[in-house]
């Protein structure tokens, strides 16, 4: 082999392994770029997943707000809304991109609106709308930066108002009930001493009238302040096993002269050894309410039932039966509303403190029981109540 040929040989196998190294280093780079395609791949996908959990995210935290916002574009059309904006305004059909006034067809959200556009970055109104039952909302809008748009933030105002109407008349109706027997004894305390003590008789009867009216005042102190223990629950319920018809039967007996008094028989059906967990103290109270007031609006000579059964699922409901004038349909629902009276000249003639019956629910409530009325215009009303068994 002469020189020449042994060195075409080496060129030759020079350019092959420089071929083969070159082939080697390209399909190195191909799969560094198919190995970087398929990591761009993924951080894309695993940026679209976290896109969507976040927005997941934002709409779960948007739609869990206790206030209904919505967001509108410049011409008032809906772009978003979270739940308690649609659950405010009871809204069925879907609302995005429809304007606002044909999602909620109400004169004041157009006020809102137009007041927003008139005096700058943001305005409020307060708006009632129809039920049932009725609400009232805090509409309060606020321009978007740029002026693309605004916001609309709907506060529910209802039971804020419920509570403050409430108190209202709490305060109206204690002044109310305060007010006239002391302005009574203020009365008959005068003539007393303008000479009516001169006269024994008279002086005797304005002195029992005196009582009588000083007593409701004690009645009704101490009711107000048993409400207000039990409202702010204050009072803890001692719990133990009570025979109810032991229970009955001594009210009954507290209230025999009154009973006497009406010429009403008092009858007390609830079976020997039947008993359920109760404070006997406070179920005490329940029953002596209960039964003075079917006494009071019972008929004269009339009968009062107390009755009483175990109830499948654990636990007992007792009722109480008067023969009664019966209870309109219209005051069923609000009879165990605080002063609430069906016939308020009649109660106060009774000497009632319009307490009675809220105390009983409350109390009744604290066991975890329920109490409701049933009756019947000229046939009489029962009052029912449970009491549940904590075991069961």
């Given at each position: 082999m002469n020189i020449?040929?042994?060195?075409?040989?080496?060129?030759a196998c020079g350019c092959a392994l420089l071929h083969l190294g070159w082939r080697a280093r390209h399909r190195t780079a191909l799969a560094e770029?198919?190995?970087?395609?398929?990591?761009?791949?993924?951080?894309?996908?695993?940026?679209?997943?976290?896109?969507?959990?976040?927005?997941?995210?934002?709409?779960?935290?948007?739609?869990?707000?206790?206030?209904?916002?919505?967001?509108?574009?410049?011409?008032?059309?809906?772009?978003?809304?979270?739940?308690?904006?649609?659950?405010?305004l009871v809204a069925r059909d879907e609302m995005q991109g429809r304007p606002l006034e044909s999602v909620v067809p109400r004169p004041e959200f157009d006020e809102l609106l137009r007041l927003l556009a008139t005096e700058g970055q943001a305005a409020g109104l307060e708006i009632t709308l129809p039920g049932p039952p009725p609400r009232i909302l805090q509409a309060n809008a606020n321009r978007l930066s740029g002026g693309e748009g605004s916001l609309?933030?709907?506060?529910?105002?209802?039971?804020?108002?419920?509570?403050?109407?409430?108190?209202?008349?709490?305060?109206?109706?204690?002044?109310?009930?305060?007010?006239?027997?002391?302005?009574?004894?203020?009365?008959?305390?005068?003539?007393?001493?303008?000479?009516?003590?001169?006269?024994?008789?008279?002086?005797?009867?304005?002195?029992?009238?005196?009582?009588?009216?000083?007593?409701?005042?004690?009645?009704?102190?101490?009711?107000?302040?048993?409400?207000?223990?039990?409202?702010g629950g204050k009072i803890v319920m001692n719990?133990?096993?009570?025979?109810?018809?032991?229970?009955?039967?001594?009210?009954?007996?507290?209230?025999?002269?009154?009973?006497?008094?009406?010429?009403?028989?008092?009858?007390?059906?609830?079976?020997?050894?039947?008993?359920?967990?109760?404070?006997?103290?406070?179920?005490?109270?329940?029953?002596?309410?209960l039964l003075e007031n079917a006494i009071k609006y019972g008929k004269t000579g009339g009968t009062v039932v107390i009755g009483a059964k175990a109830l499948p699922g654990g636990g007992v409901e007792v009722w109480i039966e008067d023969d009664g004038p019966g209870i309109p349909e219209e005051s069923r629902d609000r009879v165990f509303e605080r002063f609430y009276r069906v016939d308020r000249a009649r109660s106060r003639d009774t000497g009632g403190t319009g307490l009675g019956l809220s105390i009983v629910k409350h109390i009744i409530q604290a066991h975890g029981g329920e109490v409701w009325v049933n009756s019947e215009m000229g046939k009489g009303s029962t009052f029912h109540f449970t009491l549940p068994d904590p075991g069961a």
């Open positions: 020449w040929t042994l060195t075409t040989l080496l060129l770029v198919a190995g970087l395609n398929r990591l761009q791949a993924l951080l894309k996908e695993e940026h679209r997943r976290e896109s969507e959990r976040e927005q997941v995210r934002q709409r779960t935290i948007f739609d869990g707000m206790m206030e209904g916002v919505a967001l509108l574009d410049q011409a008032g059309r809906v772009e978003l809304a979270n739940l308690a904006f649609r659950r405010l609309l933030v709907l506060h529910d105002l209802t039971r804020i108002k419920e509570v403050e109407r409430n108190r209202r008349e709490f305060v109206a109706n204690v002044s109310h009930e305060l007010r006239t027997p002391l302005s009574l004894i203020k009365g008959f305390v005068e003539t007393l001493q303008d000479g009516a003590i001169e006269n024994p008789p008279q002086a005797r009867r304005f002195l029992q009238t005196i009582s009588k009216h000083t007593d409701r005042l004690i009645y009704l102190i101490e009711d107000l302040l048993t409400l207000s223990r039990l409202e719990l133990q096993p009570t025979q109810l018809a032991d229970l009955a039967a001594q009210v009954a007996g507290d209230l025999e002269a009154k009973a006497q008094e009406r010429q009403a028989r008092l009858e007390n059906h609830i079976p020997s050894g039947l008993q359920a967990e109760t404070d006997p103290e406070r179920l005490q109270q329940v029953f002596f309410n």
